[in-house]
T-cell receptor, first 112, second 112 residues
Framework: SQTIHQWPATLVQPVGSPLSLECTVEGTSNPNLYWYRQAAGRGLQLLFYSVGIGQISSEVPQNLSASRPQDRQFILSSKKLLLSDSGFYLC???????????FGSGTRLTVV | KQEVTQIPAALSVPEGENLVLNCSFTDSAIYNLQWFRQDPGKGLTSLLLIQSSQREQTSGRLNASLDKSSGRSTLYIAASQPGDSATYLCAVRNTGFQKLVFGTGTRLLVSP
């Protein structure tokens, strides 16, 4: 069976510090991978998606970047965090267009 | 641009009641529609996936219907239980696009 792992679960970082969130999927190959953010009181916003190694598409210009160094690994990064980067970050995967999405357990990021 | 709306925003019912959550979307050119539940501080759990060619899907006490032409879906929960308390989200995937577009969510509270 397929599983998705996301870590860390919670993170408190000072403004201006770097960020690295990691997501891995097990039990499948060539998944489509996604990073979403859920800000307090707001809906889910797609940040990045990837359909293959090294292929990254950005939905919203911002202070964040994403990378996919391996088939089942998706990393969300920032060089310098802003207060507005606080939120709940969710990784997700799917096999393709007609398949459902599976989400990870999320990372709660607080920038102080 | 796809827009997804969920009504009501919040719902409080006594245990045992049957209830209906509504989801509407503006663009009917979709691959599928997916219902999720989210417990406070947690990730999204997939409940049901309905393909654009399907009318409904059932899982246990849950039944989801889809009327693509009118841009509507409903999630029916039979014999509600306190453990059903959560936020319910619907999301659609448009043809030709990679991302899920999420609704605003319905916060459900089932009282014992």
């Amino acid at each position: 069976s397929q599983t998705i792992h996301q870590w860390p679960a919670t993170l408190v970082q000072p403004v201006g510090s770097p960020l690295s969130l990691e997501c891995t999927v097990e039990g499948t190959s060539n998944p489509n991978l996604y990073w979403y953010r859920q800000a307090a009181g707001r809906g889910l916003q797609l940040l990045f998606y990837s359909v293959g190694i090294g292929q990254i598409s950005s939905e919203v210009p911002q202070n964040l970047s994403a990378s996919r160094p391996q088939d089942r690994q998706f990393i969300l990064s920032s060089k310098k965090l802003l207060l507005s980067d606080s939120g709940f970050y969710l990784c997700a995967w799917t096999r393709g267009s007609t398949y459902g999405y599976t989400f990870g357990s999320g990372t709660r990021l607080t920038v102080v | 641009k796809q827009e997804v709306t969920q009504i009501p925003a919040a719902l409080s019912v006594p245990e045992g009641e049957n209830l209906v959550l509504n989801c509407s979307f503006t663009d009917s050119a979709i691959y599928n529609l997916q219902w999720f539940r989210q417990d406070p501080g947690k990730g999204l759990t997939s409940l049901l996936l309905i393909q654009s060619s399907q009318r409904e899907q059932t899982s246990g006490r849950l039944n989801a219907s889809l009327d693509k032409s009118s841009g509507r879906s409903t999630l029916y929960i039979a014999a509600s239980q306190p453990g059903d308390s959560a936020t319910y989200l619907c999301a659609v995937r448009n043809t030709g696009f990679q991302k899920l577009v999420f609704g605003t969510g319905t916060r459900l509270l089932v009282s014992p």
